[in-house]
């Protein structure tokens, strides 16, 4: 599904450059529950940014169903992102002037739907999130928890194969965390999409089935997650 | 598409304020352009019109040998039977009239001291007025039109306080005769004339350096009693000149002697004049230019700001898989909007602006006596014009140049990194 071969990331400010993946070698399957941990600094933006195509590796190679991603044009990009891969961001990044449900649509419009799918899709996704009857509503009419679910139904909604989480409770107080760690558990078994999402937060962690620590831009344990939040 | 449409249109009513700010520069902008352009053309129908009606008037007919040596005015150089020329004219519908046209220099007769060179002209008060209108230029409190056959003068009323005449006071002319021989100067010959008009009119060239005597008091004096150097003729405003004038060729080509005769209209009468006064145009058009620029940075400065806000947006839309080239069409379709909605606006300000010059315009007399002789043949009342070209032109060229300034924040925002784009501040 996804497989990273021994990556690396320099990244270069003046004279100084920094080693951030020095070496990552990686491989998910499909449906995987996987969370990506460790200490600020250690690659994990750099790891899901890698792996989500919105960067390009100095060494190594990222592999998305098989296929080789580097030497890939912008545009190539772009059309690999939009079918296979959905994103959920730390800060949410919702469209402010769009409604839930528009937000959510956009990501099915970009493909190129009907708007009769667009409309059907969207409006399921949005139960399954939990978000019945608040479809209307615009961003900042929303809590941050009920923020994020748009942007999971956002992300979900077009059957990418994987979303890509960077601390996807960061911005959350601990209680809306956990309900978003568990809505994200719920749908990684529902659909079989496989999840990975980064995090430097123990009880965050502890919901992976599949736990990679980082440490300083390498692999410092790759095991089995407790799951489930226990 | 349908969804950038929509996005667009929901950041421009999402962003009122900024839409609002934007839109209202642009229609200021349009408008004053319209507004500007509306006088200009205004000033330069009036100064056209005051050119024809008080200096050129539509056509004139004159020995070729005058023409060439206009500068010097020689009457030698006359038309021996103008009423000739007049009688065929009439009969393809023209109406005319003849002067002599003649430089003399004029002077205080009481004070006999400080004497102008000016440009006179001796006019047929009869039939003056179907080509010229200096008949309105006097109001009866500056004293009366010339009779016939008077030792009689009107003068500019600028030039009498230069000269310092009152009404019915006495001046001296001095000037050159027609001369016995065709083609040679003849003797001086000093005039005593009455003053009895002051012209005020719209033309500040007339009032401040022109004379007019009676035709048959001149021919008598200065002519032996024949010819005019020129014949005027009259065509109805808005006709296509250059065409008139070959009519009027055609009408007198028979005529004894037509061959040495040039037919002239008022561009090529006044073409210096109008020469001077297009490349004023000319200057006003880098003000005009001015303002776009203006207009252009203030556009840009919105679309900056609107790109710079929403860089993290534009970093989800693309690594949702968002194209470059839609985001960048996003941008263009929002600037269009407002471009759309400013020019809009500025169209219709344009327009009230405009109307309200045609209608009434703006008084700056007192301004322009104060500036002297600023070119333009316009005294008193500015009044605007429309031009449609220029309405149409600035309508859309709003609309376009918005769009196009988009363009550079955009670019901008997709040449950088998508990682960049999302990173939290
Ligand atoms: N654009 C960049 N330019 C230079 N250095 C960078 C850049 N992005 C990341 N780094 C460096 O690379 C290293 C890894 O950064 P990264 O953001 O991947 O860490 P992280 O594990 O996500 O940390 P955090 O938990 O704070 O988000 C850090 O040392 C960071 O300073
Ligand atoms: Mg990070």
Redesign the pocket.
């Known amino acids: 599904m996804v497989k990273a071969d021994n990556v690396k990331k320099d990244?270069t400010?003046g004279k100084v450059v920094?080693h951030?993946l020095r070496g990552v070698t990686i491989d998910v399957e499909q449906g995987e529950f996987m969370s990506i941990a460790?200490?600020?600094?250690?690659?994990?933006?750099?790891?899901l940014n890698l792996i989500g195509c919105l960067d390009t590796a100095s060494a190594g190679e990222i592999y998305i169903d098989g296929q080789a991603v580097s030497g890939r044009s912008k545009n190539e990009l772009a059309l690999l992102r939009r079918e296979k891969l959905g994103f959920v961001f730390q800060s949410f990044n919702l469209i402010p002037v769009l409604t839930a449900i528009e937000n959510v649509s956009f990501a099915l419009s970009l493909l190129g739907l009907d708007s009769d799918t667009v409309q059907k899709k969207s409006m399921q996704i949005m139960e399954e999130v939990g978000l019945k009857g608040l479809e209307k509503r615009f961003p900042n009419e929303l809590s941050g928890g009920q923020q994020q679910r748009v942007a999971i139904a956002r992300a979900l909604v077009k059957d990418p194969g994987i979303v890509l989480a960077?601390?996807p409770t960061a911005n959350l107080d601990s209680n809306t965390g956990k309900d978003i760690l568990k809505l994200m558990e719920e749908l990684n078994k529902k659909h079989k999409t496989t999840f990975i999402f980064?995090t430097?937060d123990s009880m965050v962690m502890d919901f992976a089935h599949r736990l990679v620590q980082?440490h300083d831009?390498l692999i410092a344990k790759n095991g089995v997650g407790k799951g489930g939040g226990k | 598409m349908k969804f950038l449409i929509s996005l667009a249109w929901k950041n421009l009513s999402r962003y009122r304020r900024r839409t609002i700010i934007t839109a209202v520069a642009i229609a200021i902008g349009i408008a004053l352009y319209i507004w500007i352009d509306a006088l200009l053309l205004g000033a330069e129908m009036e100064t056209v019109r005051n050119l024809i009606y008080f200096e050129t008037g539509p056509a004139r007919i004159m020995q070729k040998k005058y023409w060439e040596e206009k500068d010097y005015m020689l009457i030698s150089y006359y038309l021996e039977d103008p009423a000739a020329i007049q009688a065929e004219l009439k009969k393809e519908g023209y109406e005319s009239t003849q002067r002599i046209s003649f430089l003399g220099n004029i002077m205080n007769l009481e004070q006999q001291e400080g004497s102008f060179q000016i440009k006179m002209a001796a006019i047929d008060a009869k039939t003056d007025g179907v080509v010229f209108k200096l008949e309105d230029g006097i109001v009866p409190e500056n004293g009366r039109f010339l009779e016939s056959g008077e030792p009689e003068i009107i003068i500019g009323k600028d030039l009498a306080e230069d000269l310092d005449i009152k009404l019915d006071d006495w001046v001296l002319v001095t000037t050159k005769t027609a001369g016995d021989v065709y083609g040679e100067a003849g003797s001086w010959d000093d005039l005593e004339l009455k003053v009895v008009g002051l012209l005020s009119t719209p033309n500040p060239l007339i009032n401040k350096g022109m004379a007019f005597i009676p035709l048959d008091y001149a021919k008598q004096r200065l002519m032996r009693g024949q010819g005019a150097t020129d014949v005027i003729v009259n065509f109805p405003a808005g006709a296509d000149s250059g065409s008139e004038v070959e009519k009027i060729k055609a009408a007198i080509a028979g005529l004894p002697g037509a061959g040495d005769w040039e037919v002239l209209d008022y561009k090529e009468l006044a073409r210096e004049f109008i020469m001077l006064a297009s490349t004023k145009s000319g200057g006003s058009k880098i003000i005009l230019f001015l303002f776009f620029i203006i207009a252009v940075i203030g556009i840009s400065n919105t679309m900056l700001m609107a790109v710079f806000e929403r860089v993290k947006e534009i970093g989800m839309m693309r690594a949702m898989g968002m194209k470059d080239r839609a985001i960048v069409w996003a941008f263009f379709l929002e600037a269009t909007g407002i471009g759309f909605v400013g020019s809009l606006v500025g169209l219709v300000l344009g327009i009230l602006l405009t109307a309200y010059m045609v209608i009434w315009g703006l008084d700056f007399s007192g301004m322009i006596q104060g500036m002297g002789n600023i070119g333009y043949r316009t005294a008193g009342v500015f009044k605007g014009w429309w031009n449609f070209d220029t309405m149409l032109s600035a309508f859309f060229m709003g609309i376009i140049i918005s769009g196009l300034v988009s363009f550079i924040p955009a670019l901008r925002a997709v040449r950088m990194q998508i990682?960049?784009c999302l990173?939290d501040k």
């Open positions: 990244y400010i920094v951030a460790g200490p600020s600094g250690s690659g994990k933006t750099t790891l960077d601390e980064s430097h980082l831009g | 990682t960049e990173r």
